[in-house]
């Protein structure tokens, strides 16, 4: 009897070991850690993508919410090689690049899709290629390759990078007289792209803004 009751109560003990929550608190301490993590990062990025559209777009609401964006399947980006980066040609540009934190890689949104011309003894940018294209430009080892290529009906306005790695840029398609706001997260580490689109549209001229932005014109959001 004494034998019996003895093991009754080492199996008891062992089964309150196995579970005591702070035992299991203890023993997967990544899985909290990791969905905190993954938590602020996206907090980070949504804030990011909202400092970029709010001054761009302005919805008969008064305001764009980046939580509206709906967000999009993650896709891997074509393994494009990059190609050595001619200085010639990004010089009227480099003004216009967006420097990750550390400043080794920046984003190039505008080399491919506009000319540089003089008109009364000024630089002036204008639109040349109808298509879009977005490079990333390795600044360490001279080297500028394809991040995304898209038609002439999208227009990218600007980006950021995250303090994450990750490259968040905003812009739109342009439908007509209006034009729907499009979002874009690269991860250039793991070589992927998360595409963002906001579910309405709005009466503006993103191209017309754009164009004057990056010849520092002062200018609000054109409208139609």
């Given at each position: 009897?004494?034998?019996?009751?003895?093991?009754?109560?080492?199996?008891?003990?062992?089964?309150?070991?196995?579970?005591?929550?702070?035992?299991?608190?203890?023993?997967?301490?990544?899985?909290?850690?990791?969905?905190?993590?993954?938590?602020?990062?996206?907090?980070?990025?949504?804030?990011?993508?909202?400092?970029?559209?709010?001054?761009?777009?302005?919805?008969?609401?008064?305001?764009?919410?980046?939580?509206?964006?709906?967000?999009?399947?993650?896709?891997?980006?074509?393994?494009?090689?990059?190609?050595?980066?001619?200085?010639?040609?990004?010089?009227?540009?480099?003004?216009?690049?967006?420097?990750?934190?550390?400043?080794?890689?920046?984003?190039?949104?505008?080399?491919?899709?506009?000319?540089?011309?003089?008109?009364?003894?000024?630089?002036?940018?204008?639109?040349?290629?109808?298509?879009t294209e977005i490079a990333l430009v390795d600044l360490k080892n001279?080297?500028?390759?394809?991040?995304?290529?898209?038609?002439?009906?999208?227009?990218?306005?600007?980006?950021?990078?995250?303090?994450?790695?990750?490259?968040?840029?905003?812009?739109?398609?342009?439908?007509?007289?209006?034009?729907?706001?499009?979002?874009?997260?690269?991860?250039?580490?793991?070589?992927?792209?998360e595409s963002l689109n906001y579910p309405d549209t709005l009466s503006?001229?993103?191209?017309?803004?754009?164009?004057?932005?990056?010849?520092?014109?002062?200018?609000?959001?054109?409208?139609?």
């Open positions: 009897m004494k034998k019996s009751l003895y093991i009754l109560l080492l199996i008891l003990s062992v089964s309150c070991q196995n579970t005591d929550p702070e035992k299991k608190a203890e023993e997967t301490p990544g899985s909290t850690q990791g969905a905190e993590s993954a938590g602020e990062e996206l907090n980070t990025e949504t804030h990011t993508l909202h400092e970029l559209a709010s001054p761009i777009f302005k919805p008969d609401s008064g305001a764009l919410s980046a939580a509206e964006f709906e967000v999009g399947e993650i896709a891997s980006l074509d393994q494009v090689q990059g190609t050595p980066l001619d200085e010639k040609k990004i010089a009227p540009f480099r003004h216009l690049l967006v420097y990750n934190r550390d400043s080794t890689l920046a984003a190039d949104l505008f080399s491919y899709s506009y000319i540089s011309v003089e008109k009364g003894g000024k630089t002036v940018l204008t639109p040349g290629e109808p298509d001279k080297t500028r390759r394809r991040l995304l290529f898209t038609g002439p009906s999208f227009i990218v306005a600007d980006a950021r990078w995250t303090e994450n790695g990750k490259l968040i840029i905003i812009g739109g398609e342009q439908l007509q007289k209006e034009i729907k706001p499009v979002a874009w997260k690269i991860d250039v580490r793991k070589n992927e792209m503006m001229d993103l191209a017309s803004y754009v164009e004057q932005k990056i010849n520092g014109v002062p200018r609000s959001g054109q409208r139609f």
